[in-house]
């Protein structure tokens, strides 16, 4: 971090040092903060403040989700990442006018995690300004950060309205009293969800639309989706920062705007195999159903591997990629042949990645064996709800995933509004990941420092878990939830048995 | 495992279940083609439709009670009879001086309004069929025909001689093919050209509904265009193969599509060949039709 | 525009109302170039501002409405019933991708490469046409296209399979105004070629085809040469416009090149107005933009309203159902247009774009379009 010298840069230390995730701070907090400046923020002197330990890395992981990590003030009592167990998340928050005084604040005593600071890459507080670096995206006279959320709202995926819904239910409705979400104390956060319609082409179409409107876009699931958004030419050269949950690794590793928050399914083979150990599952016939497109080559090889490194079974014998792959299409119509494909190979476990509702159909056509893979984005409960609602009654399985089951994400979104399913619960997280990066800034905020400070660092995680970039690589992800899905009637039901770290 | 049983039983019974389905669209199709020299895209959608509303009636969505099974697949039929007259009035009759393709092109439009009309009512999330049959008809080690899958083919050969018998034997089927060749002549002799064009229509909108609901039943769920998506052009592709001219002739289309599709899937691989499916469904029916234009069991006119 | 209603003074057209309606002094001008300033104003000034909204809107219509005069050749002008017009413009869209991002071909190039392998593969289909007709020929063409999209769509090397083929602009045309003008331009040249081919003897030689093969056989035309010139030509203009489309995305995927998006030029053709070169161009854009206007617009509320009373069964917020409302439109402009209005928009606005022309404002076809006026379309059915 650069310690900044501004030359007596004005920053008043508002009175009331807004807190941001004033979550779990009582009022109180708040105005004892506002009586005495000086407790939070920087002294006068424009000798704004430096972080002291300043890295902004997350070297301050708790239990808290919300903790922002980063860096502490020099002179805020608090700081320091000590997130609590509360629910503030970031508890950043400095503001400060820009005109005359001095200091700035951190904050985040009791609740939030963390102080941050006035200090930073450049000068002046934490805070978008004006004419500072790409701030599209970002509107002045309301003090509203917009952010986009793409997602299969139609289409032939498993089109789900929470992808729409998620993200106003972080920045809207998981605030003080259930209101809205403020950044450095008074930054309103707006999410606009975007239809990707389940193809790259039309997520390409929305992504660079949205990257004039929005400061900052979240890809919530579909690996060509993802992808298509992540390798943008538009975005690349807008700066806009693109994280999305973890899905392939081909093209994406050098990308200077991209990140993944979320294991990549690269990284998930492993614990994939780690789960079929502990479930009992390991020395069976396996077979690999995925689709053929290079973007899960990684995944396809890496699992491969794995399996044949484990001593795992295929249709005669040790597995065997040749034989004990099948590659499908795109967009199969149907999972007859692929059904008696699995039946007549004798497949006890199914490593499956393709398309949801193709997933229903051979979960149909096939109900006997354990199916098993890494975590799509988010949706796995609508897709359980497929595969049961076809009436696959004994069908077990068990999915790596980036956000726990619904009862889990909720008691550890803390202060959030109930969650329809999963997908709720996961964009929450995302957004939370979000604003965890958005308080990774010191300085004016604007894509550039936003990406800078992330790629820098990581996220703590709270929903989902917690992101370690570090300046090393793209794939940030660091561990994932085991979820067990069964089926009670025609429903799904999804148990988070395990949590994994890479 | 034998391999023997991989190669070619899979593919067999796979396309022999799945090329009934195409079938029994494809049944609908040569009926008004045989008609009205039409080809009907929106066949398969009214299929879609009629699947939903039963799946409506079944589960007891908006304005339909709570029905049983029976009674909610009745709904399902009388939708696809609904539809198939409703269409003959609305778009078909006033197109009766129209060129041929004009026609086609409106079905195409119907097509697209019922996919529309399907989504504004089920919205797009798969929505669970009607399940009609809960058992499994044959399980060995290598296969599994469920209960569903096996009354597709049953149904479909049924059909295909029912409707066989009707057109050669009964009165009204005799009218239609007189209508169909000579309107003006066989106004003459007394037969409505209006009442047997409702009729056909009325059939296959029938016919599409029993397609539908028996579909959606072995994929276990409807969506707008789901039918369309999963069986029109091969249902198309039968019913040209096997003889636009003749009735079992899209029952033998039908499962000659089934079985090439699902033998090319089965034993080329996709790295090889992608869509290997519908490459070699490509190439069977261009040489069908231009070796032999009437298809397998049609009669060269 | 003048390119578009070039047609007005067509002599190949019989338009003698249109000659009597040309001696008017200045004052009867002024509105006219007044209405044509303000729409110049609007759709070359105004859309283009809109970066990234509304101008990339606009570029998507000139490539539609390339797409609508490429197939208007084939069933307005030739008689031939095209549902595979999705299979040459996907082809000529990856086509122009892969020699660009793989083989590193210039720019310019990529846009001959598209423009010929789109002629080869609508030669090939053409060639099929010779033997198979009418509504067996738009059975093939539409197993055609379907073929193209599951299997050379998803071959790895050409296409990426599901990933897409990448397609970057050049450093000049990454603004969308930029971009649309260029569309623009591309549109200006198809709209010329389809001008030149009606004028010249092949055109006369296509209408004769369209009418019957075997009298225009009998009259000396070599229907083999002139139905192979059409689909080539028609699959040449298709392709570039595929092009077009992969640098407008900058990705190409197969997923977005299928049926329903052959349904979808069918369509806008036959909504424009078939034959109506103008009515083609009008019926694109409003396809193209339907579903800009309808949830970019005052249109929506409008929309919300509607679809909130249909959908009783839909769990989904009525936001989902946008999609729905842009089938649901084209498909009744598509049914309206067949059983009532078989000219199309292009014969419905007519009397308005005679007007603009320097005709005499022209109520009566107005309000009676159906009532075919002289030098009304022509083909304003299709064919078999």
Same mark, same amino acid.
């Given at each position: 971090?650069?310690?900044?010298?501004?030359?007596?840069?004005?920053?008043?230390?508002?009175?009331?040092?807004?807190?941001?995730?004033?979550?779990?701070?009582?009022?109180?907090?708040?105005?004892?903060?506002?009586?005495?400046?000086?407790?939070?923020?920087?002294?006068?002197?424009?000798?704004?403040?430096?972080?002291?330990?300043?890295?902004?890395?997350?070297?301050?992981?708790?239990?808290?989700?919300?903790?922002?990590?980063?860096?502490?003030?020099?002179?805020?009592?608090?700081?320091?990442?000590?997130?609590?167990?509360?629910?503030?998340?970031?508890?950043?928050?400095?503001?400060?006018?820009?005109?005359?005084?001095?200091?700035?604040?951190?904050?985040?005593?009791?609740?939030?995690?963390?102080?941050?600071?006035?200090?930073?890459?450049?000068?002046?507080?934490?805070?978008?300004?004006?004419?500072?670096?790409?701030?599209?995206?970002?509107?002045?006279?309301?003090?509203?950060?917009?952010?986009?959320?793409?997602?299969?709202?139609?289409?032939?995926?498993?089109?789900?309205?929470?992808?729409?819904?998620?993200?106003?239910?972080?920045?809207?409705?998981?605030?003080?009293?259930?209101?809205?979400?403020?950044?450095?104390?008074?930054?309103?956060?707006?999410?606009?969800?975007?239809?990707?319609?389940?193809?790259?082409?039309?997520?390409?179409?929305?992504?660079?639309?949205?990257?004039?409107?929005?400061?900052?876009?979240?890809?919530?699931?579909?690996?060509?989706?993802?992808?298509?958004?992540?390798?943008?030419?538009?975005?690349?050269?807008?700066?806009?920062?693109?994280?999305?949950?973890?899905?392939?690794?081909?093209?994406?590793?050098?990308?200077?705007?991209?990140?993944?928050?979320?294991?990549?399914?690269?990284?998930?083979?492993?614990?994939?195999?780690?789960?079929?150990?502990?479930? &009992?599952?390991?020395?069976?016939?396996?077979?690999?159903?995925?689709? &053929?497109?290079?973007?899960?080559?990684?995944?396809?090889?890496?699992?491969?591997?794995?399996?044949?490194?484990?001593?795992?079974?295929?249709?005669?014998?040790? =597995?065997?990629?040749?034989?004990?792959?099948?590659?499908?299409?795109?967009?199969?119509?149907?999972?007859?042949?692929?059904?008696?494909?699995?039946?007549?190979? &004798?497949?006890?476990?199914?490593? =499956?990645?393709?398309?949801?509702?193709?997933?229903?159909?051979?979960?149909?056509?096939?109900?006997?064996?354990?199916?098993?893979?890494? &975590?799509?984005?988010?949706?796995?409960?609508?897709?359980?709800?497929?595969?049961?609602?076809?009436?696959?009654?004994?069908?077990?399985?068990?999915?790596?995933?980036?956000?726990?089951?619904?009862?889990?994400?909720?008691?550890?979104?803390?202060?959030?509004?109930?969650?329809?399913?999963?997908?709720?619960?996961?964009?929450?997280?995302?957004?939370?990941?979000?604003?965890?990066?958005?308080?990774?800034?010191?300085?004016?905020?604007?894509?550039?420092?936003?990406?800078?400070?992330?790629?820098?660092?990581?996220?703590?995680?709270?929903?989902?878990?917690?992101?370690?970039?570090?300046?090393?690589?793209?794939?940030?992800?660091?561990?994932?939830?085991?979820?067990?899905?069964?089926?009670?009637?025609?429903?799904?039901?999804?148990?988070?048995?395990?949590?994994?770290?890479? | 495992?034998?391999?023997?049983?991989?190669?070619?039983?899979?593919?067999?019974?796979?396309?022999?279940?799945?090329?009934?389905?195409?079938?029994?669209?494809?049944?609908?199709?040569?009926?008004?083609?045989?008609?009205?020299?039409?080809?009907?895209?929106?066949?398969?959608?009214?299929?879609?439709?009629?699947?939903?509303?039963?799946?409506?009636?079944?589960?007891?969505?908006?304005?339909?009670?709570?029905?049983?099974?029976?009674?909610?697949?009745?709904?399902?039929?009388?939708?696809?009879?609904?539809?198939?007259?409703?269409?003959?009035?609305?778009?078909?009759?006033?197109?009766?001086?129209?060129?041929?393709?004009?026609?086609?092109?409106?079905?195409?439009?119907?097509?697209?309004?019922?996919?529309?009309?399907?989504?504004?009512?089920?919205?797009?999330?798969?929505?669970?069929?009607?399940?009609?049959?809960?058992?499994?008809?044959?399980?060995?080690?290598?296969?599994?025909?469920?209960?569903?899958?096996?009354?597709?083919?049953?149904?479909?050969?049924?059909?295909?001689?029912?409707?066989?018998?009707?057109?050669?034997?009964?009165?009204?089927?005799?009218?239609?093919?007189?209508?169909?060749?000579?309107?003006?002549?066989?106004?003459?002799?007394?037969?409505?050209?209006?009442?047997?064009?409702?009729?056909?229509?009325?059939?296959?909108?029938?016919?599409?509904?029993?397609?539908?609901?028996?579909?959606?039943?072995?994929?276990?769920?409807?969506?707008?265009?789901?039918?369309?998506?999963?069986?029109?052009?091969?249902?198309?592709?039968?019913?040209?193969?096997?003889?636009?001219?003749?009735?079992?002739?899209?029952?033998?289309?039908?499962?000659?599509?089934?079985?090439?599709?699902?033998?090319?899937?089965?034993?080329?691989?996709?790295?090889?060949?992608?869509?290997?499916?519908?490459?070699?469904?490509?190439?069977?029916?261009?040489?069908?039709?231009?070796?032999?234009?009437?298809?397998?069991?049609?009669?060269?006119? | 525009?003048?390119?578009?209603?070039?047609?007005?003074?067509?002599?190949?057209?019989?338009?003698?109302?249109?000659?009597?309606?040309?001696?008017?002094?200045? @004052?009867?001008?002024?509105?006219? #170039?007044?209405?044509?300033?303000?729409?110049?104003?609007?759709?070359?000034?105004? @859309?283009?501002?809109?970066?990234?909204?509304?101008?990339?809107?606009?570029?998507?219509?000139?490539?539609?409405?390339?797409?609508?005069?490429?197939?208007? #050749?084939?069933?307005?002008?030739?008689?031939?019933?095209?549902?595979?017009?999705?299979?040459?413009?996907? @082809?000529?869209?990856?086509?122009?991708?892969?020699?660009?991002?793989?083989?590193?071909?210039?720019?310019?190039?990529?846009?001959?490469?598209?423009?010929?392998?789109?002629?080869?593969?609508?030669?090939?289909?053409?060639?099929?046409?010779?033997?198979?007709?009418?509504?067996?020929?738009?059975?093939?063409?539409?197993?055609?296209?379907?073929?193209?999209?599951?299997?050379?769509?998803?071959?790895?090397?050409?296409?990426?399979?599901?990933?897409?083929?990448?397609?970057?602009?050049?450093?000049?045309?990454?603004?969308?105004?930029?971009?649309?003008?260029?569309?623009?331009?591309?549109?200006?040249?198809?709209?010329?070629?389809?001008?030149?081919?009606?004028?010249?003897?092949?055109?006369?030689?296509?209408?004769?085809?369209?009418?019957?093969?075997?009298?225009?056989?009998?009259?000396?035309?070599?229907?083999?040469?002139?139905?192979?010139?059409?689909?080539?030509?028609?699959?040449?203009?298709?392709?570039?416009?595929?092009?077009?489309?992969?640098?407008?995305?900058?990705?190409?995927?197969?997923?977005?090149?299928?049926?329903?998006?052959?349904?979808?030029?069918?369509?806008?053709?036959?909504?424009?107005?078939?034959?109506?070169?103008?009515?083609?161009?009008?019926?694109?854009?409003?396809?193209?933009?339907?579903?800009?206007?309808?949830?970019?617009?005052?249109?929506?509320?409008?929309?919300?309203?509607?679809?909130?009373?249909?959908?009783?069964?839909?769990?989904?917020?009525?936001?989902?159902?946008?999609?729905?409302?842009?089938?649901?439109?084209?498909?009744?402009?598509?049914?309206?247009?067949?059983?009532?209005?078989?000219?199309?928009?292009?014969?419905?606005?007519?009397?308005?774009?005679?007007?603009?022309?320097?005709?005499?404002?022209?109520?009566?076809?107005?309000?009676?379009?159906?009532?075919?006026?002289?030098?009304?379309?022509?083909?304003?059915?299709?064919?078999?």
């Amino acid at each position: 971090m650069n310690p900044s010298r501004s030359r007596g840069l004005a920053v008043a230390v508002l009175a009331s040092a807004v807190l941001t995730s004033a979550c779990g701070l009582k009022p109180e907090v708040k105005d004892a903060l506002a009586q005495n400046p000086g407790l939070a923020g920087g002294a006068g002197g424009g000798q704004v403040a430096v972080d002291t330990d300043g890295d902004g890395t997350v070297d301050s992981f708790t239990t808290d989700p919300g903790a922002a990590g980063g860096g502490t003030t020099d002179a805020g009592t608090a700081g320091g990442g000590t997130g609590t167990t509360g629910s503030g998340t970031s508890g950043s928050g400095s503001t400060g006018s820009g005109t005359s005084g001095s200091g700035t604040t951190g904050s985040g005593t009791t609740g939030g995690g963390t102080g941050t600071t006035g200090g930073g890459t450049a000068s002046g507080p934490t805070m978008p300004v004006k004419g500072q670096g790409n701030t599209t995206g970002i509107d002045f006279a309301s003090k509203t950060i917009t952010v986009v959320v793409h997602g299969p709202l139609t289409g032939a995926g498993v089109p789900q309205e929470s992808f729409r819904t998620g993200g106003p239910k972080y920045w809207e409705q998981s605030g003080p009293n259930n209101g809205p979400r403020l950044l450095w104390g008074e930054w309103k956060v707006k999410v606009v969800a975007v239809d990707d319609k389940y193809n790259a082409q039309d997520a390409l179409r929305a992504c660079n639309s949205a990257a004039k409107s929005a400061f900052a876009i979240f890809g919530g699931a579909g690996t060509d989706q993802i992808q298509a958004c992540a390798q943008s030419q538009v975005l690349r050269r807008a700066n806009v920062p693109y994280v999305s949950s973890g899905v392939t690794e081909s093209g994406l590793g050098n990308l200077p705007n991209y990140f993944a928050g979320s294991l990549t399914y690269k990284q998930q083979s492993p614990l994939v195999i780690r789960a079929a150990k502990e479930k &009992g599952y390991l020395n069976k016939k396996w077979a690999v159903v995925i689709t &053929g497109t290079p973007n899960f080559a990684d995944a396809r090889d890496s699992i491969a591997a794995e399996l044949v490194k484990n001593g795992a079974l295929g249709r005669s014998g040790k =597995f065997n990629p040749d034989n004990d792959i099948i590659l499908t299409e795109k967009a199969p119509r149907d999972c007859l042949t692929v059904g008696n494909q699995l039946r007549s190979g &004798g497949y006890e476990t199914v490593y =499956f990645l393709g398309q949801p509702l193709f997933f229903g159909q051979c979960v149909n056509q096939y109900p006997t064996a354990t199916y098993t893979g890494p &975590g799509p984005s988010f949706g796995i409960q609508s897709v359980a709800d497929l595969a049961c609602r076809g009436g696959a009654g004994g069908f077990k399985g068990f999915y790596l995933h980036p956000s726990p089951d619904k009862a889990t994400a909720q008691a550890a979104a803390k202060g959030a509004p109930t969650f329809t399913d999963d997908i709720e619960a996961g964009i929450w997280g995302g957004m939370q990941q979000l604003e965890q990066a958005f308080n990774l800034i010191k300085g004016p905020v604007n894509r550039e420092s936003f990406i800078s400070s992330l790629a820098a660092a990581g996220t703590p995680g709270g929903v989902l878990q917690p992101s370690v970039f570090g300046g090393k690589t793209r794939f940030g992800g660091t561990g994932a939830f085991l979820n067990q899905i069964t089926c009670s009637g025609t429903n799904g039901v999804i148990k988070t048995v395990a949590t994994y770290k890479k | 495992m034998d391999p023997m049983a991989l190669e070619v039983v899979v593919p067999v019974v796979s396309g022999l279940i799945q090329g009934s389905v195409y079938g029994l669209l494809g049944l609908g199709l040569v009926l008004l083609y045989k008609s009205g020299k039409i080809f009907n895209f929106s066949q398969a959608e009214i299929g879609t439709f009629s699947a939903m509303t039963a799946a409506f009636a079944d589960q007891g969505v908006g304005p339909f009670p709570d029905l049983p099974v029976p009674l909610a697949l009745l709904v399902g039929l009388l939708t696809g009879l609904g539809l198939g007259l409703l269409i003959e009035r609305v778009v078909v009759r006033p197109l009766f001086s129209a060129a041929k393709v004009t026609v086609v092109v409106a079905t195409a439009g119907v097509l697209l309004l019922l996919v529309a009309l399907g989504g504004f009512l089920s919205g797009p999330e798969p929505r669970s069929a009607v399940r009609i049959l809960e058992g499994d008809f044959l399980t060995t080690s290598s296969l599994r025909v469920t209960d569903t899958g096996a009354l597709v083919v049953v149904v479909l050969a049924v059909l295909a001689v029912a409707s066989a018998l009707f057109f050669s034997r009964t009165r009204t089927g005799t009218a239609i093919i007189a209508v169909s060749q000579e309107p003006t002549a066989t106004r003459l002799v007394g037969i409505s050209v209006e009442r047997t064009s409702a009729l056909t229509w009325g059939i296959a909108g029938l016919l599409g509904a029993i397609a539908g609901i028996l579909l959606s039943g072995t994929v276990g769920v409807v969506f707008p265009g789901s039918l369309t998506f999963i069986a029109l052009v091969p249902a198309f592709t039968a019913a040209v193969l096997g003889g636009v001219t003749a009735l079992p002739g899209a029952f033998v289309g039908g499962v000659v599509v089934g079985m090439i599709e699902s033998f090319a899937q089965t034993n080329i691989p996709k790295d090889v060949l992608p869509g290997s499916g519908k490459v070699v469904l490509f190439v069977a029916l261009l040489v069908v039709l231009l070796v032999r234009p009437a298809g397998l069991l049609g009669k060269e006119t | 525009m003048t390119a578009v209603d070039a047609r007005a003074t067509t002599p190949a057209e019989p338009a003698p109302a249109h000659k009597q309606g040309r001696d008017f002094g200045p @004052i009867r001008w002024l509105p006219r #170039i007044l209405v044509l300033a303000v729409v110049a104003y609007i759709f070359l000034w105004r @859309i283009p501002q809109d970066e990234g909204g509304a101008a990339a809107i606009a570029a998507d219509a000139c490539i539609y409405a390339i797409v609508g005069i490429s197939l208007n #050749i084939l069933i307005g002008h030739t008689g031939q019933l095209s549902l595979g017009h999705n299979g040459f413009f996907g @082809i000529g869209a990856f086509a122009a991708a892969y020699s660009l991002t793989v083989r590193e071909v210039p720019f310019a190039l990529t846009f001959v490469i598209a423009g010929v392998v789109g002629a080869l593969f609508a030669l090939v289909m053409g060639l099929v046409a010779l033997r198979i007709t009418g509504l067996y020929l738009a059975l093939i063409t539409l197993v055609f296209a379907l073929t193209l999209e599951e299997s050379l769509f998803e071959v790895e090397w050409l296409t990426n399979a599901g990933a897409g083929q990448p397609a970057d602009r050049p450093e000049w045309l990454i603004a969308d105004s930029n971009f649309f003008y260029f569309c623009l331009a591309f549109l200006v040249v198809a709209v010329y070629i389809d001008y030149r081919l009606l004028k010249t003897k092949t055109g006369r030689a296509l209408l004769a085809l369209k009418e019957n093969e075997r009298v225009a056989e009998a009259f000396g035309i070599n229907v083999t040469a002139f139905k192979l010139i059409a689909f080539v030509i028609s699959g040449t203009l298709a392709g570039v416009a595929g092009a077009l489309l992969a640098y407008r995305i900058g990705l190409v995927t197969a997923s977005g090149l299928g049926f329903n998006l052959a349904l979808t030029f069918v369509l806008m053709t036959v909504v424009g107005g078939l034959g109506s070169r103008i009515g083609v161009i009008l019926g694109a854009s409003l396809f193209a933009s339907l579903s800009f206007i309808l949830e970019e617009t005052w249109m929506h509320e409008v929309q919300q309203f509607l679809v909130g009373l249909l959908s009783f069964g839909s769990t989904s917020a009525e936001a989902n159902l946008t999609q729905y409302a842009v089938g649901f439109l084209g498909a009744l402009g598509l049914l309206l247009t067949i059983v009532q209005f078989p000219g199309g928009l292009g014969q419905q606005l007519r009397a308005f774009f005679d007007w603009t022309w320097g005709k005499p404002f022209d109520v009566h076809a107005l309000l009676h379009p159906q009532d075919d006026g002289p030098g009304a379309v022509e083909g304003s059915s299709v064919r078999a």
